[in-house]
């Protein structure tokens, strides 16, 4: 098991970070989700040994995370949300002393700096001071730092913090690669759901310090109700007062569609609805099967909180 957490507890002062916390994570590319304050950064933290549980257990690879930090943080690179870069340096020298602190040799260090700044998209800009650096470039190095100790276990807080849509997209491809090309375990940390969903195949989502949803995101979203968009010409109050008649509940949409969602277990044949609208005297010009987002099992989930 990649990561083990058991009823663990995180207060600081009377208020709880993480809320007697419970979850196994056994690798891949990880999404750990929710709002600003929702615990994820002092999960993340704990796991590194930075913060000490108030109750409970956690361990990773097997090894507790206070007893054993150090050699967890061994097999672990991790990337902060906060800027932790050293301005006078530029990338070279700050990624082959990340490697320096890591137990590898200068030499070994250095080559290995090399090949993880080209790695993340760092090319002559790694000879420069990193106090001139966008904020996009920064982000490259945090992963590099992360990287060039060659790591099991990857954590990334916030990756995406401060890039352009472009440079968003890289990042999350590069999270791709390393989690499918290179073999390496990745929770990725985000308050943003496109982000989580793009990069990751599993996701766990905190509120409040609490747990609201753990799986696979594919399998999440087939769990979620059948819903159809569907574009009404004619009386739609009659054709929806017709709808109540049967197990699915309807929404008015900013764009006057109108959203059907099923209460049933069975499927619904399209089909139905055109009957229905030959019945209530209506015109159905747009019927479509809506594909449901990580959003969606999201929003859901923090209404049944």
């Not at 083990?4 to 750990?32: M, Q, R, Y």
């Not at 590194?48 to 007893?67: E, N, T, W, Y």
């Not at 870069?85 to 030499?107: D, K």
Request: glycine share 8%; net charge negative.
């Amino acid at each position: 098991m990649l990561i083990e957490v058991n009823n663990l507890s995180v207060f600081f002062g009377t208020n709880p970070a993480l809320d007697d916390l419970s979850v196994e994570l056994e690798g891949g590319a990880i999404g750990l989700l929710g709002p600003n304050g929702a615990g994820k950064s002092t999960l993340i933290k704990m796991l590194l040994g930075f913060i000490r549980p108030s109750r409970g257990a956690a361990k990773v690879f097997g090894l507790d995370v206070q007893v054993n930090p150090l050699d967890i943080r061994q097999k672990v690179g991790y990337m902060p949300e906060d800027d932790c870069l050293i301005p006078q340096m530029n990338a070279v020298q700050l990624v082959a002393y990340a490697g320096e602190l890591c137990g590898m040799s200068s030499r070994d260090a250095m080559q290995r700096a090399h090949e993880v700044l080209y790695y993340v998209g760092v090319d002559e800009e790694r000879y420069r001071p990193i106090s001139g650096y966008s904020a996009g470039m920064r982000q490259r190095v945090k992963l590099a730092q992360a990287l060039v100790h060659d790591p099991k276990l990857l954590l990334l807080d916030e990756p995406t913090n401060g890039m352009d849509t472009t440079g968003r997209e890289e990042m999350l491809l590069l999270v791709q690669d390393i989690a499918v090309d290179k073999g390496i375990d990745v929770v990725l940390s985000s308050h943003l759901l496109p982000d989580v969903e793009s990069a990751c195949q599993h996701v766990m989502a905190l509120s409040h310090g609490s747990l609201v949803i753990q799986g696979n995101i594919d399998e999440l979203r087939k769990n979620q109700s059948q819903a159809f968009d569907l574009k009404i010409v004619g009386d739609r109050d009659v054709y929806v007062n017709a709808l109540e008649k049967y197990p699915y509940d309807t929404e008015l949409r900013p764009d006057g569609h109108v959203r059907v969602t099923s209460k049933a277990t069975e499927q619904t044949e399209g089909s139905f609805f055109f009957k229905l609208a030959h019945e209530t005297g209506v015109q159905l010009r747009q019927l479509r099967e809506v594909k449901h987002s990580l959003e969606d099992v999201f929003a859901d989930a923090m209404e049944l909180e």
